[in-house]
């Protein structure tokens, strides 16, 4: 038995959508184990926000996930300020609801753009990395709309299955290059894409902010909504060597909404 360790120093982390909600909690938490993050997003100002106020040293840089040429260039960046990516953590995403018969293909496109071709974008980006270096993790975070379905969200379930779907394949692919590839699925999680929910809903059926909130709370069987931390703290013990055979995995964070 080799002896492990959950120390993250010298590892070069690139997190995706770092600025806010979950991935700024997962940026802290990598941070607070001794990583050094590329912190990637649309918005410089909240990014380097983040950076400074993070320990340790750390990178900013901006790219839509959806566009390659925007990707290739901020790995580029990203590898120029820290070194080769050891760990790659795919959070960046949008969930935007429609009922089915009023989704545009516009709509659809969004979705699958942001949510599944920005992970593959940034993991065929970060692959050659941990190849090299025969060690990597790559953790995407889906969702519990990856394991099932929503009613008004179909584009974004089908996005997040398709999250789930890559995890799976490129799992087996890299399993035996010392590279794992898994996926954390949180349920309703406090943030702005939760917040949003809850205005479209008193939006549309007039119900008020509490009752939105607590419909959301009740499809989690702890009967509440997660926070962000509790998503970061399963992305922490996956970046970790002690979890070196967990690979191809859907953890879902979500209070046993789906098991
Ligand atoms: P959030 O607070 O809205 O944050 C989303 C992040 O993604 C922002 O930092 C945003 O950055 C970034 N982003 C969005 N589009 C982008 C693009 N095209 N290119 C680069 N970055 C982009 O939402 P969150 O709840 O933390 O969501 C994080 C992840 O968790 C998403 O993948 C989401 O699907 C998933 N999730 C959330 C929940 C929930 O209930 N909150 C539940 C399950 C799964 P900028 O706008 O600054 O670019």
């Known amino acids: 038995m080799t002896e492990t360790s959950n120390s ?4 070069h982390v690139l997190v995706t959508g770092a600025a806010r909600g979950i991935g700024a909690a997962i940026s802290r938490s990598l941070a607070a184990q001794g990583a050094s993050l590329s912190l990637m997003g649309r918005k410089r100002d ?11 040293q750390h990178a900013v840089v901006v790219a839509d996930v959806a566009d390659a040429e925007s990707v290739n260039a901020a790995f580029a960046k990203a590898r120029a300020a820290l070194g080769p990516v050891a760990i790659l953590v795919n959070n960046a995403g949008q969930a935007e609801s429609a009922p089915f018969h009023k989704t545009s293909l516009q ?8 949510n599944l071709t920005g992970t593959f974008l940034c993991a065929q980006a970060a692959l050659p990395d941990m190849l090299q270096a025969k060690w990597g993790r790559i953790i995407n975070i889906a969702s519990t709309a990856g394991q099932k379905g929503y009613p008004y969200v179909s584009a ?6 398709g ?15 010392g590279v794992t590839v898994n996926a954390v699925c949180p349920g309703y999680t406090e943030t702005d894409i939760l917040r949003e929910s809850i205005a479209n809903v008193v939006a549309k059926t007039g119900r008020s902010e509490q009752e939105a909130m607590a419909e959301f ?3 989690n069987p702890q009967g509440r909504i997660v926070q962000p931390e509790e998503v970061a703290d399963a992305v922490r013990w996956l970046c ?17 909404e789906v098991m």
């Open 46 to 56: 909240a990014l380097q926000q983040l950076a400074d106020s993070l320990p340790g």
């Open 156 to 161: 974004y379930v089908a996005a997040k299955h």
């Open 107 to 114: 709509l659809w496109q969004q979705m699958l753009g942001v």
């Open 217 to 219: 709370a009740a499809g």
């Open 240 to 256: 970790g060597d002690a979890a070196g055979s967990i690979n191809g995995q859907s953890i879902s964070v979500s209070g046993g």
């Open 163 to 177: 999250v789930v779907g890559l995890t799976r394949s490129l799992a087996l692919e890299v399993a035996k290059k």
């Open 8 to 11: 993250l120093k010298g590892r």
